[in-house]
Structures are given as C-alpha cells and as structure tokens.
C-alpha cells in the first residue's frame, strides 16, 4: 500500500493546497473555492511551503546520521536544518522561530543553548512526520527523536509533546490503527508520558528553561496538549460543527493546536482525504501546517493509491519525496 509514500506526499498535497490561503481569512476561501475548500493542485510543479522543506530535512538528516541515537542524529539535523536555513528555496514565509534558532545553531554551541525555549510554534511539529515512517524505530527512539527535531529550534516543552503524538499519529495509522480509535491512544499516550523526561535526547533543557525540576518542565507540556486533544474530543462529538476548522479546534499556530485541527479535519471524513487536506486548507488559521499534518495522516493511513495519481508528478521535491518512501516503504 505505500503508506511512507501516501503520508509524505499528502503531507506535500495538503501543504500545497493551504500555501495559497495560509493568511487568508475563511470567507475569502469560502468565496474563491466554495466551503469544501480547494481540491485541485496548482502550478506546474505544485508549490510547497517551508512545512515540506523542513520534513525533508528531518526524513534526509535520519538517512545521513547512520545510526539511531542523539549523538549522531543531533548534527545531521542541525547540518540539515543550517542547509535549509542557507537555502535559495528558503523564501516560503518560514517562521521565524526557526530562523533565530538556525542563526544560533550556526555558531556550533550546544543547542540547548540556541533553541528557542519559549516558543511552541507549529514549526515543532509539522516537520515531524519522518519520525512516524520509520520502520526500525523503538518505542524510546521514536519518542526521544521526535522530541529532538523539535527541540533543537522550539524548546518549550509542549512543543516536544505535541511533536511526539504527531508522530505517534502516524506511525499508528501507518500500522492499521482504526482511525476511531486514534484520539483515546492520543489521549491515553498523555498520561501514560505525563512526567517522562528523556534526558539521553534532551540534556539540560529543562534547565535552560528556568523550570525547577525535568518532571516539572515536560509535565505542562503533556498537559497542553492533553487539553487541545480534548477539544478535538468535543468538537467531534458536537452537533454544531462551523465549517472553519480553526473554530473548534484553534487555529493552528501552535503546535498543540496544529496537531488538534489537523487531527479534527482528519477525523471529520478519514476515508476521503482529498476533502480531508481540503479541510485543513479551507481554515482562517495556519492553513498550510494544518493541511500538511492531515494530509500526513491520511495518507499513512490509506497510502499512496488513495491520492490522486496525477499529482505524484506535479509536486514540487517529488523526487525527494520518493526517495524517504523507498527508504521507509
């Protein structure tokens, strides 16, 4: 079924579809694309944002580093995010927490020390998908680098949680999970993690965060997003559901919130995930990291031969793209 295939490219679908509304409000959407949202890519090759770019970075940093463990993993990330930071490509709007972050990396301090430890931006978690796709991983490799990728530029800790369920996300989808039982492992995954601090993977963090104790500091971060995974709960279960997304589930900013929109347009029609990154795109939020993470799930858990044929060559970094799902499928 080519579910490394079907996760990375709809991660690239639906970050090319919300490219184009990103800082739109929902009744301009509404007004240019009708309320199921845009359907069709555009542009020859279809445009990507810096969401795509830097899940590259992360899936090709895995590939190079060799081995699994942070001592070899945390240099290629951080050669990897330097080369997307030093790009000509970089002109897609990339946050700017990651721009400072990279700026810091490049002097060769430990990162601890150049991350952004107030930020939780989405920037932590829409790049994270390569996490959940790699087969060979254990529960604490998964966990541990998940956290790390995130943790080198967003160094708050519901920055870190939020990045581990996102892979979670996929990885359990990708392995037959039914996407009805997926929020209550989410869920469930928050209580069981709630004061886990993996000090192999994170160092001193929770120190350079000004928190009084590792527990303390991962803690709030388990419980933020426990709390945004319980508004996708709500949501779900309403009768009244707005066709913005953003306004159940929030707009998609944050990584907490980037991870409960994108779960909830996901949840709405899993087995169409054409509507499903057409959701994502069709919000007044970050609608392309909102896309990009439904697309992501969806396609993980369908694989590549529920997406439009077509489109596989249409997309910008296709073979890129090709080349981590070769790798992982």
Known sequence: MRKAAGSLFGLAYGDALGKPTEFEDYAT????????GPRELTGDPALVTDDTQMALAVGEAILAAGEIGPRALEPALR????AWAASPDNNRAPGMTCLLACEALADGRPWQQATETGSKGCGANMRVTPVGLVPELGDEERAGLAQLQAALTHGHPTGLAASELTAYAVWWLRGGLPPADLLAALRDRCDEQRTVYREEWLGDLWRQAGARSPEQFIARGWAETAAALDHVAGALAGADRPGDPCLATG??????????TALYCYLLSPEDPVAVIARGAASSGDSDSIACLAGAFAGAALGMAAWPPAWAGRIEYAGRLSRLARAWD
């Open 29 to 36: 959407i509404v007004a240019r694309y009708g309320p199921g």
């Open 79 to 82: 050669r990897a995010f330097l």
């Open 251 to 260: 707009e998609g900013w944050i990584a907490e919130e980037a991870l409960a």
